[in-house]
């Protein structure tokens, strides 16, 4: 079973760039940029790594992501996630980056932007990784701030193919962003949205009705509305459900207890994705594996998320069709 998760060419539509900072770069960026840690050491800092819910992880997220400070430091925080991709064999990747979080403390758009930009290009060039990045929106900020990070979007349009909305859920409904999404909508960019992670599942219906969204970011919280599970399904909208995140932040107490192959039971399009690997202990090898342990998944419901990874993405139809043979063929 190793040897299939491993083989199989798999995609990713769930990362925060920000959330796969290791504790080793964060030192090596703190160093390089004259910042001190609030931490003695990397197995310190990786101590702290114990969360009751959402909140708690974002409040050590945000501190985490000040060290990002240059051009390079995007750079080299993208290229070592690209670098455990070539090894994991994740041939294609859908990241987020959260501008919002570093112009808020006076990184330029450009800054963050143009590095990441740089380092998924290496990675189509030397690895043969192909990508695209998803802007998303901090949901705790305001909507005039989204709009903010929208325009200083625009020069860059090129380099984004689509906008999210991440951050704290509760409290901050998807309806409060539907001004903004519909004008994204207008500006030709695909829609997602993190919803029914903390939140419930009225949620996940605000961004499927008001936000129109392509795919639904997590998603687990759909079980608690049978007719919501069933237009799922009829519409085959996808969820990009991150199993280690969900035991991280409490969403599921034991990972034997999560819906994911409940889920892939009533015919949703589900997908395994990592989230912020360097938090919640794992990139997107390490979830499989876990679920196949907790969850006794077999081979062909293995075979099926990686499929379903490469169906749920915004790669043009050729590519998805080239990529679900390789998946197919694979034992
Ligand atoms: N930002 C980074 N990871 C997130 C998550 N799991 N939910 C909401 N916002 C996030
Ligand atoms: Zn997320």
Avoid at 120 to 138: N, T, V
Avoid at 294 to 306: C, F, G, I, P, T
Wanted: aromatic share 10%; proline share 5%; charged share 25%.
């Amino acid at each position: 079973m190793q040897t299939l998760i491993q083989s199989l060419p798999k995609a990713e539509l769930h990362l925060h760039i920000e959330g796969t900072l290791e504790p080793e770069l964060m030192f090596q960026l703190a160093q390089r940029n004259g910042i001190t840690l609030p931490y003695d050491s990397v197995e310190a800092l990786r101590a702290a790594y114990d969360f009751d819910n959402l909140q708690s992880f974002l409040d050590l997220y945000y501190q985490g992501a000040d060290v990002l400070r240059t051009e390079q430091d995007f750079f080299d925080l993208t290229w070592a996630y690209l670098s455990r991709c070539a090894e994991q064999n994740v041939v294609h990747t859908e990241i987020f980056f959260d501008p919002q979080t570093h112009t808020e403390r006076g990184i330029p758009f450009e800054t963050a932007i143009n590095g990441i930009h740089a380092a998924l290009e290496a990675g189509r060039r030397e690895l043969g990784i192909s990508s695209y990045l998803i802007l998303c929106f901090l949901r705790h900020l305001s909507e005039q701030s989204a709009f903010d990070t929208l325009a200083q979007a625009e020069p860059h349009r090129d380099k984004i193919i689509g906008i999210g909305l991440d951050s704290s859920e509760l409290g901050h409904p998807p309806s409060k962003f539907e001004r903004v999404f519909a004008a994204a909508r207008r500006q030709g960019f695909e829609l997602v949205a993190h919803a029914g992670e903390e939140g419930p599942a009225s949620y996940i219906w605000e961004a499927l009705e008001r936000l129109q969204v392509a795919r639904i970011d997590h998603g687990v919280r759909c079980q608690e509305d049978p007719e919501l599970v069933a237009e799922l399904a009829r519409r085959q909208v996808p969820l990009t459900v991150c199993p280690l995140s969900n035991l991280k932040l409490k969403v599921v107490e034991d990972l034997k207890d999560h819906n994911l192959a409940w889920l892939l039971a009533q015919d949703l399009l589900v997908t395994v994705n990592a989230d912020d690997p360097a938090y919640f202990g794992g990139y997107l090898l390490e979830n499989f594996t876990a679920c196949v342990e907790a969850l006794a998944l077999n081979r062909d419901q293995v075979r099926q998320l990686a499929a379903n990874g490469f169906k749920a993405s915004f790669l043009p139809p050729q590519e998805k069709a080239r990529w679900l043979t390789v998946v197919a063929a694979t034992d």
